[in-house]
Structure formats: structure tokens, C-alpha cells
Nanobody
């Protein structure tokens, strides 16, 4: 199991930046993949970025070149640096951890943090 706690959301003007943090309750090196998802009002939750154990990173097309996922193993924390924010980035952002053991996969979620982009 793992508990995830997000922080860093807030209100920012278009073109601004925010950095989200996701603190895990266990070593993130033992987690198969960690990523960020978001859910805007009236829409389904969507993938923003995911980092697989071993280093491969995938970004949604809508955030490529603007968002960067990274991690600090010593702090058991994953980050999402968001630059050049747009109003359409407004959503609740969720941290996700996927742990696979003996062929079984389980997803864990944080409580979410609100990101609002508006002038």
C-alpha cells in the first residue's frame, strides 16, 4: 500500500507556472509507475503525465513542452512543473501510483489539488 498527498495547487494567471508535489508514504523506487491525472468539471479524468520505473515518461499531447514530471527518491516525492499554463489546464490534479505484484495491479490516488488558470 501507499498513501499519496498532493500539494501546490492554486490560482494562477494564464502564462504562469505552478509546481505540484506528491509525497508518498513509501519509497517511490518500489512503485512501478507514478503519474499525474486531472479532471475538469463535467469531464472524465485524463492522463497528464506518467513516469514508469526505469525512467520512461509519457505526456499527454496537450501538455507536451509545457509540463515536466520529475521525482526525488530521497524525499519519496514526485513533482509536476507546469509552465505556460492555459485556462483549459484548470482541473483537479490527482497523483497516481500503480503497484504490480504477482501479476496483480493496483492503483492508489491522492486526494487531489485544485489548479485554476484565470485572469
Amino acid at each position: 500500500q501507499v498513501q499519496l498527498v498532493e500539494s501546490g495547487g492554486g490560482l494562477v494567471q494564464p502564462g504562469g507556472s505552478l509546481r505540484l508535489s506528491c509525497a508518498a508514504s513509501r519509497s517511490i523506487e518500489s512503485i512501478n509507475s507514478m503519474g499525474w491525472y486531472r479532471q475538469a468539471p463535467g469531464k472524465q479524468r485524463e492522463l497528464v503525465a506518467v513516469q514508469v520505473s526505469g525512467g520512461n515518461i509519457n505526456y499527454a499531447d496537450s501538455v507536451k513542452g509545457r509540463f515536466t514530471i520529475s521525482s526525488d527518491n530521497a524525499k519519496n516525492t514526485m513533482y509536476l512543473q507546469m509552465d505556460s499554463l492555459k485556462p483549459e489546464d484548470t482541473a483537479v490534479y490527482y497523483c497516481n501510483a500503480r503497484i504490480i505484484r504477482s501479476g496483480f495491479s493496483r492503483d492508489y490516488w491522492g486526494q487531489g489539488t485544485q489548479v485554476s488558470v484565470s485572469s
